[in-house]
């Protein structure tokens, strides 16, 4: 796509439909992204209108053993970019589900 070309209004919200969809299955799975950004998300080369997520190098589980949600507490340090960290994130507290979105 050339660089002056702008996404029409129905594409970004298919994209952004798909990108919620992607982190629901993500999210079943019990696991959170943490750096959710578009150098993480890629189109589909054979089929360009399939959008995928990668790079789960900060994941974490969300869900405990038993079932329940982790528990919110400050961690000793950032994790992932700070140029598109959540303000839960950015205040060191532990990211959950909302954090990706």
Same mark, same amino acid.
């Given at each position: 796509? !050339? *660089? &002056? $070309?702008?996404?029409?209004?129905?594409?970004?919200? $298919? %994209? @952004?439909?798909?990108?919620?969809?992607?982190? $629901?299955?993500?999210? +079943?799975? @019990?696991?959170?992204?943490?750096?959710? $950004?578009?150098? &993480? %998300? /890629?189109? @589909? /080369?054979? +089929? !360009?209108?399939?959008?995928?997520?990668? +790079?789960?190098?900060?994941?974490?589980?969300?869900?405990?053993?038993?079932g329940s949600h982790i528990k919110k507490y400050k961690e000793s #340090?950032?994790? @992932? &970019?700070? *140029?598109?960290?959540?303000? &839960?994130? #950015? *205040?060191?507290?532990?990211?959950?589900? *909302?954090?990706? %979105?």
């Amino acid at each position: 796509m !050339p *660089r &002056n $070309k702008q996404l029409s209004k129905m594409t970004v919200l $298919k %994209i @952004g439909v798909q990108l919620i969809e992607r982190l $629901k299955v993500v999210h +079943d799975l @019990g696991l959170i992204h943490g750096d959710i $950004k578009s150098a &993480n %998300i /890629l189109v @589909g /080369l054979e +089929d !360009p209108s399939v959008i995928y997520l990668i +790079d789960f190098g900060v994941s974490h589980a969300w869900r405990m053993d038993n079932g329940s949600h982790i528990k919110k507490y400050k961690e000793s #340090c950032f994790i @992932g &970019n700070s *140029r598109n960290a959540s303000f &839960n994130n #950015c *205040r060191q507290i532990v990211q959950s589900r *909302r954090d990706d %979105i």
